[in-house]
């Protein structure tokens, strides 16, 4: 499949279809918080290089996260995003990697767009398709958002990364 027809077709889906992917549970998925979390953080490690992991363990232990507006944010991500979404069988890390660009470039999510374009290169996303990606956005999100995302992605992935 192209990726163009894959992110528009996986954008269509996602956007019409999401109450009922909420309530389906494939019998294979972490049942309990417990699980969720620990399937969610071996999820994460596969995305983020050492490095990346080295600085998020580096910042969460230098920070007192009780007096943080929204300090659960990080674990709820895990358990529910990483650990119930990622963890779905149906799409590889990279398609889903492929979906979750096109939808953070469409929205402006610039915070998030800023990890996403790194695990895009540890799953195997080449620069080009990037672009692609960039380009595909570009006519259903908007040139403002396209510019943006090349914006990002160009400061995070410099020449050579």
Do not use: C
């Not at 992110?7 to 494939?26: G, K």
């Not at 490690?45 to 910042?59: D, F, Q, V």
């Not at 709820?76 to 990483?82: D, Q, S």
């Amino acid at each position: 499949m192209k990726l163009s027809h894959l992110l528009t077709a996986a954008t269509l889906v996602l956007l019409t279809a999401a109450p009922a992917f909420a309530q389906s549970t494939p019998a294979n998925l972490p049942d309990s918080i417990a699980a969720r979390r620990a399937a969610g953080q071996a999820i994460v490690e596969k995305l983020r290089t050492p490095e990346n992991a080295r600085e998020s363990a580096k910042r969460s232990a230098e920070t007192d996260t009780s007096k943080i507006i929204g300090n659960e944010l990080s674990r709820m991500a895990v358990e529910n995003i990483f650990g119930g979404i990622w963890t779905r069988p149906g799409l590889s890390l990279r398609d889903r990697e492929l979906v979750t660009l096109g939808l953070l470039i469409a929205q402006r999510a610039n915070s998030e767009l800023v990890p996403h374009f790194e695990i895009a290169r540890n799953v195997g996303i080449t620069r080009e398709e990037l672009s692609e990606i960039i380009y595909q956005s570009a006519a259903y999100a908007g040139m403002p958002a396209a510019h943006n995302a090349r914006d990002i992605a160009n400061k995070v992935l410099p020449p050579g990364k």
